[in-house]
Each structure stands twice: as structure tokens, then as C-alpha cells.
């Protein structure tokens, strides 16, 4: 599609052609984020940049996608050659915008050019005198959470952007009634599904037919109030497909409860007026008309759903693409109602889901690629199946009743353990021949356990009732035969049990078929993820024509498929909406000697430049590991050459370096051997840095040694990949990379900025925070912990950021031990930044947090820092109420995303600018929040980071009286500092997505994660034969310790995890 648009468009303006070729032509000697050590275990980046060679395991794809979300890491450094390619791509990619203009306007994408619908404007600009108000000093109060947005900013570019939404338009008396559904006895999942399908079938129900919504769970919507509210129902169950439930079908007792009437009229007027209040029913209008969107493609038979928001088609004109190991990705669509100022609001942005492939099991089990027995049981948990070797059987409607069937797991030695004649297998995973269970008609007795019911199944089954000296044993193999008259054709596959470990109930594999629309829950392998990202990362214009053509329709807001949206007199606005935005100017950003670098495109170069302040590397040396199974890259002469050239390259950017003490091979069997230890701990006496050369691309064998360096000895650690360091091409920006790493790691500041550019951090009196949570992957130990990360400046360059590292509870997003860690900032903030005194303001970024945890972070963690502030400063600071506390929510997993509709206003991808920034048009008047893309996209869809100010103690105490040039009021004094933040991250020669104190924190997690490893990874199909008689993950692993994130003294308040 790229190449083609390149062949096919026009050059646009030479400038622009000139600009982008020097700017990839200057880049090549160091390149973004891409440093060294990512080759073997990347750390975050942006997710759009490019397509990673290698990915990190935990950092690999949960199975749904967010567009370019499917990007996790960046893993390798771009060559010279690649750089070329770049290059000239990136000298002929201007004329891409020109595709996106026509495509644009072909599609009518851009509703009313030229026009920003002037209603929401004039609430906007209303809201403006009111919130001035709230800044007067005396209204401040030390407890006041979510701040009134003090007023939009004015600083930038004015631009004019389309937004992956589109608006929702209620009559304006709509009323909503809600009902809790309760369903005894309790049912889950799919069951609980169907059953809500059946309530909405009976007779008390069935006259609501159009005029009712509901999540299929827990609550339901309608549009009148239901006369049989408290009403018990009762649903006697049936499969679907069938006209009349079994004779002995379960039989459940349903309440429709109502709980309140939900005027979104009252909603609306409240939207178009200027009062600053809360409106108490927001969220729950806001929950009810999303589950009266999301009924239709819970609904639809042709869709399949993952959570509450995501649809995918599973019709013949479903896009999919092969994963892979038995999965393939189908392309879908997110969507979300959201309340702005003047409107309600439906955000729709693409989404990718791995899903399992549909048709037969064998084909699945073949597609998987391992013989591990234990691996595959774990891939096949839980798959719907349905069966082919009965007759068909069909409704009255003519239609085939689909026999379905779970799987439990493979067959296994220990099954039906508790039946007197238990079944007879020779090996876990065993074929059908190899399978025997007891057959007598009604056979082989239960032990103890009275009442027990049998499985239930036909032939198939391991018989639980009669006496066990009355039958025989048969093989599934025989048993088909016998039965059914069929042969099995491939009797050596696993048989699969359907039914549980005491009741199991054996089927083959070839009578299966995998049911489609089935998500994998699973952590996606290397491969996988690397074409997911393939399939995922796509130009801004081809995802906004996805959501145009496709996406509005399959999330159900298309009038002529959901019927639904009639019935309830609901509109849909005729396209996305526009909204404007501003494009802020990048700082100048400064090394040795005052020479600075003028970024271009968000991105710079350090040609005869050095770093700002570098550190001192006096001991170190290097080691060459090798492993029996993978070939060395170096013999010794070679690599003390490229060592020689290495400590060169050191110099002549900055760092005073002593030449490498000799060298040394280290001949390993295995990432665990027991000659790692020993051989750091040597090095870690004697040395501040050690360079390690490894063989492959080995996560195991990188987590261990960081787990080992970091926690035991105190030891700095640089990994590389021996065939990229080998690379003669592209080298010395190699270096240059790996540089930028290890003068952090020793104490160094790579760049700063100019003062004016960081405003009251530069007067030395604000700590700025990065704090974030990690959790365990699906797959991991059941008790592997969370790990929570705080990071800090300790002086104004905001060039060094200390991490300190806790364990909690997994799962658990608030921050047990925010206290205790902060304290030790503060500490660091008088040791290392060498101050007399506590800082004046704490303005922190919080990482991770979703928007229903917003209260949480007020209720939970700031308290816990102003006792900390308490306990630290002194009472004649703590009585002018110091330190001032500003938060401020990172937020990345949002679905907006925004899209230029001017040639000028595009960057050579067709993507907005770097410095782009949103505070109008999606957001909501009364809060104070901001959508900032600081980055250039390489490729894919850029996404802005979303930053929401919780709490604000400091920038509207300290300009409440005056706002100082050239800002034009609060607002554009937080959006200018953030963005201009996003020029420090010491790894990178470009401004970066996420802002440095939240990006430095996640790397932190991402760090504590290699000490966990044994917890929290999961293992995939490529690893899957080490598995042979070990534990499956998923189980509970060696209890987690506070000291499996301790590090080590002498590197504990340095940039250790960089």
C-alpha cells in the first residue's frame, strides 16, 4: 500500500522533501530509543515506531490489539543500510499526505471542512471566566481533588483535526429505566449469556422486544418501565438451537430488579450549560448507553466479542491474517460512549484480537507446532468444540442443533482417580489406541463420593454408575469403531477430555471441529507478536477509512442493522468529528559547551556533540558467553578490536573511559548454569561496568544476569547480541547508543534543556515524580506479586532519575508502600542533588491508572504522601502548607487518536506533528485533562498520550495572581512544561510519547520483571519443550519475597534499570 502510494503520488512542497531527507539522513548516528542492550530484552518505546525484530516475552501481546498498540518493544538498532532505506523512503514519503487528503475528502471524513461545530466552542469559551474564579487563593482548598480546568491553551499552531468519533444524538426527553438481573442459582460466563437470551424469550418479556438492552450478565436498560420488575421468572435451560429444553434441564429463578431512572435529557442540558457542578448520574448514563451499543454485537450471531467493548466480524468479510502456532488475527473495532462538553460522544478506533483457528482440531493441534504434551494441554484449555460423529440433529426451524463441548484437557494418567475402574493410560497426551476406559453399559462405580452425577456424552464417556465387575475395558479407538463404525484415521493424536480430572469424558481429536470466534487469551510468542505487529501497524488514513466503512456499523451504530437505535429514537452524527488542536515548538536542547541540537521533526543528532555532563567509567572490561547450541560471533583477537574501537567511541561522546581490562570467555551450558553467579560476583569486585557479548537473543539467559548484577553484586551490565555488535556498517552510532545507556547508568546527564523551558523546575525548588505498577501476565504463577516503581529528580537538569522498587499484592494498582518510598526520594533529593533543603513543590506523573481509579489515586495514594511530608519536613514548612503536591495521570491505553486534514499540518508518515496537542472538542469543560503527542510516528497511527491533573497545588497557587509571558493562562504553563519534559529521555535523541518521570518508572517495572521471571513467564510453544516435567505455569510458584526487588546497595540510587 505504501510503495504504492509512493509510485503514484505527486512530490509535495521541496521544502518539505528536503526537510524529511536531511532529518533521515542525520538521524542515522543515533537513532530514537534503539539502544544496545534492546536487542535482547527491549524496553518501552513507541508502540507506532517500527517493527521490532526481537520482543520482549512479557512484553509480548495479550491477544487483543489496539492498532499500533501491537508494538511492545523495539529490540534492534538500525543499520546504516537500513538507515539509507529510511532514508529514501522518508525523502518521497511527504507526498503520502496528498493520499490522505484525497482519500479524506473522497470519503467525506472531514464533515463541514473547514468548520468546528461552533456550539461546543461557545460552552468551551463560556467555561473560561467561571474556572478564572476558582483561582482565586482563598477558594483553594489542600484537600480538592480533580481541579476545575483553569482554561484551554492558546500556545501553538492552530490546527484543525478529525477524531475517531462520532456523536450520539438522544431525544432530548430520553429517559433510561436500569435493572439489576439475578440469576439463582448462580450461572457464569457463556451459561449466564444464555440464560439472559432465554429471560428475554419468555412470555413476560417477550412484549418489551425492542424497547429492552441489556450486557447479558448483570444489567439491563429499557426504554419503559417493565411491568414484572421484582418479579421471580423462571428459564428452564436449553442449548442453543433447541426447541425444548432436555427433560431433566436445570431449572433458574431470574429478578429483573429495577434500581433508577436515568434521565439523559437532564444529562444533555447539563452538558450545554456552564455549571461546574458534577451531574451525579454521568457514569451510570454513561454505563447504560453502553450496554445498550454493545447489545448488538453480544447479540449478533455473525460477531464475536472480546469484553464489553470489542467486536469482531466472523462473516465472509471478516479481514484476518495467520498468526501462527495455531492463531490467527481478525480485525475489529473498540468503541466507547464518552461525555464531552455539549455532546455524548461514541469513540470507535480498530482493534486487533488473536483468536484460535476455526475447523478441525487435529489442523489446530498440527498448527501448534510442538509435540510438548503439557504445552498443548495448556494451549487447548477451554476451546468449544463441536462434535461430527453423531447424526445431525435439527430444530424445527430446520436448522442443525450444534453439539458443543469444552475441553478440559488431554488425557492423563490421573484421570477419573477416584473411580473404582479408572481409566487406563500409558502417558499423558496419550492417542486413542492408548486410551482405555471402563465399558457396561452403565459401569464402573464412583468411589465414595454419593450422588455423583456421570458425564454426560454419548459412547464416549467413562461410565459412572453400576456395578465394576459387570464390563470391560476398550480403547477410544475401538470404541469408535464398535459404536459408530468409523475408523480413526489418526488415532495417534491426544485424546481430548471433555469432561473434568474425576468425571472425564474422552473424545479423538478428528471428530472435532474448533468453534470460531474463539479469542486466545494467551501471551502471543515472539513470532506471533511480530505478525500481529505486521497486520496491526497501519497509516492513519487506512485505519480512519476501516472506522468509517466498517467500524461504525459492526459496533452496532448503524440505524439499518440495529434496529435497536430506532426503536430507542437515538441518531448517529453523519461522520468523525472535528476538533482543533495546536502544534507546540519543540525546545532547544542542550549539550557540552552550550552546543545545542535543534530538533526537526521531534528527532535530533549528536554529530560532534557530547554529552551535557559525562560520567567516569574507570574499571571495566568485557566477557563473550557461549552456549553449546548457538555459534560465537568473536574470536578473542576480534572482539578486544571492537572493544578497542568501542572505548574510542566512549570518548568522543563524552565519557572519560579507561581503556577495557582484558577480556574473558565464559562457556555456559544453559541460561541457569551455575558458573553465572560466580563469575559476576568476580566482576562485580573489581569492576564498575561489565560488557557482555552474547551468542543469541536469550531473555532467559538477560533476565538472569540482570537479576544476579543488580540484586546480588552491584554490578553495571551492558548486554549485546554478538552478530549485531560484529556489523562493521553502523557501528559507530552502535556505540553512540549503547553510550547513552551507560552514562546514565554512572551518573551522568546526557541533555538538557534550555531553563526557560522548564519553568519552576528550573528555579531547583520542584521534585518531579514518576510512579507506575506492573502486573502479572495471564499465565503467570497464581502468586506472583505486583511490583510498584517510583522514580525521581534530584536537581533541576532533570538529567538523573533514581528508581526504588516494592512488591504488593497481584493485581493491585494502588501503592501499598507510596510512604516509604517516597521518603527515600526526598532523602536522595538532599544527598545526591546535593540540596540543604526539601523541595517546595512535588509535581508527580502517575503511570497506569485507569479513569475509574481516578479516585483511588486521591482517597489512597495521596494521602500516604502527605503523611510522608509530614513525617519528613519540617512543622515551619508543613505550616506555609509545604511541599505543594500537583498529579497528574499517564495515560496510554486510551483509543483516541486524531488525524491532520491539512497537507501542512501532516509529517511525512500522514500522521499529526510531534508537539501536537488536544484540549478541545473530546475533552470535557469541567475537568482539566489534555491529549499530547509529543513523538514523531514512524509507522502506524500516532498515539497521544492522555494527561488528566487529578489534584493541583502548585501551578494555580503560584500564577493564580499573574501568568507570566508568553503563556496565556495556566493551562498552556502544565501543556508547555510536559511536552517539553518529553525532549529528556536520557535514552533517546527524540522527544518520547509518554513523559520522562512515568516513562523512567515503567522501565523500572519492566526491569523488576526479570527479577520475577520464575512467577511471572509464561510459557509458548518455542519454549514449550523445556516444559518436560515441570510445573505448568498458572500454578503458584516459590512465595515472592520483598527482597526479590531489592537492589543491590552500590547500585540502588543509581539509573540501574536503564
Known sequence: MFAKLLKKSQACLMANQVAATEAAVTSVVIVGEVVGEEEVIPEVVEEEEVIPEVVEEEEAILGVVEEEEAISEVAEEVTEEEAEEVAEGLAEGVVVVQSLMRFLRKTNLVQNPGVINPKVAKVEDAMHPIAKKTLDLGSLKLSEGNPTRPGYGTKGIKVELTANYVELLPPSNMVLYRYDIDVSPEATGRKRHRLVELLLQTPEMTPYKGSVATDFRSTMVSKTKLKHDEDVIEVQYRSEGEDDPAANAAVYKIRVKYTNTLSVGDLVDWMNSTNTAEFGDKQDITQALNIFINHYA??????????????????????????????????????????ATCRILVNINVSHGAFYNAGSLPALMN??????????????????????????????????????????????????????????????????????????????????????????????????????????????FDFFKQTYNRVLKNPELPVINCGNRENPMYLPAEVCNVVPGQPSKAKLDGSQTQQMIRYAVRKPWENARSIQNEGIA?????????????????????????????????????????????????????????????????????????????????????????????????????????????GQRLQLQNPDDSNLGPF?????????????????????????????????????????????????????????????????KLGGINQIVENKNLGIIDQNKTMVVGIDVTHPSPGSASNAPSVSAMVASVDRFLGQWPATLRIQRGRQENVDALGEMFKSRLSLWKTKGKHTTLPENILMYRDGVSEGQYDMVLAQELPQIRKACEETYPATDTKKGLPRITIVICGKRHKT?????????????????????????????????????????????????????VHDEIFRQIYAKQIPPPFGNIADIVEDLTHNMCYLFGRATKAVSLCPPAYYADLACERARCYLASLYDTPTPSAAQSLAGTSVAGGAGAAPDASDVQIHPKLRDTMFYI
Open 298 to 339: 453480544k447479540s449478533a450471531k455473525t460477531l464475536a466479542t472480546i469484553g464489553s467493548s470489542k467486536s469482531f466480524s466472523l462473516g465472509q468479510n471478516a479481514t484476518k491474517g495467520d498468526l501462527g502456532s495455531g492463531l490467527e488475527v481478525i480485525r475489529g473495532f473498540f468503541s466507547s460512549v464518552r461525555v
Open 680 to 744: 559476576l560476583k568476580r566482576a562485580a569486585d573489581g569492576l564498575d561496568l561489565l560488557f557482555i557479548v552474547l551468542p543469541e537473543a536469550n531473555i532467559p539467559l538477560y533476565k538472569r544476569i540482570k537479576s544476579i548484577a543488580d540484586k546480588e553484586y552491584g554490578l553495571h551490565t551492558i548486554c549485546s547480541v554478538g552478530s549485531k555488535l560484529a556489523k562493521d556498517r553502523g557501528r559507530d552510532q552502535y556505540i553512540a547508543n549503547v553510550a547513552l545507556k551507560i552514562n546514565l
Open 554 to 662: 459492526t459496533v452496532g451504530l448503524d440505524a439499518n442493522t440495529n434496529l435497536l437505535l430506532r426503536s430507542f429514537g437515538l441518531q448517529v452524527g453523519p461522520g468523525l468529528i472535528k476538533v482543533p488542536g495546536r502544534i507546540l515548538n519543540g525546545p532547544k536542547v542542550i549539550y557540552k559547551g552550550n552546543k545545542t541540537a535543534d530538533p526537526r521533526f521531534g528527532s535530533w543528532n549528536m554529530i560532534n556533540i557530547k554529552f551535557n555532563t559525562g560520567s567516569t567509567l574507570a574499571k571495566w572490561s568485557y566477557v563473550m558467553i557461549s552456549l553449546p547450541y548457538a555459534r560465537d560471533s568473536f574470536d578473542s583477537n576480534g572482539l578486544m578490536r571492537v572493544m578497542q574501537e568501542f572505548h574510542q567511541g566512549l570518548i568522543k561522546i563524552g565519557l572519560t573511559a579507561n581503556a577495557p581490562l582484558p
Open 897 to 949: 487518536r486524531f488525524y491532520p486534514t491539512k497537507d501542512q499540518d501532516c509529517d511525512r508518515s500522514g500522521n499529526t506533528k510531534p508537539g501536537t496537542v488536544v484540549d478541545r472538542g473530546v475533552t470535557d469543560a469541567r475537568n482539566w485533562d489534555f491529549f499530547l503527542q509529543a513523538h514523531a510516528a514512524l509507522q502506524g497511527t500516532a498515539r497521544p498520550c492522555h494527561y488528566y491533573i
Open 367 to 476: 498448527s501448534y507446532g510442538t509435540r510438548n504434551t503439557i504445552a498443548l494441554e495448556k494451549f487447548l484449555k477451554l476451546v468449544r468444540v463441536q462434535t461430527s460423529h453423531l447424526a445431525e440433529k435439527k430444530n424445527k426451524a430446520g436448522q442443525v442443533i450444534p453439539r458443543v463441548k469444552t475441553i478440559f484437557g488431554l488425557a492423563r494418567k490421573d484421570d477419573g482417580h477416584k473411580l473404582a475402574n479408572r481409566p487406563r493410560i500409558t502417558k499423558h497426551g496419550a492417542g486413542a489406541k492408548e486410551v482405555e476406559f471402563w465399558l457396561d453399559g452403565e459401569a464402573s462405580a464412583p468411589a465414595p463420593k454419593p450422588g455423583a452425577e456421570g458425564a454426560k456424552g454419548k459412547g464416549k464417556k467413562v461410565p459412572t454408575k453400576g456395578p465394576a465387575t459387570s464390563g470391560r475395558y476398550i480403547s477410544v
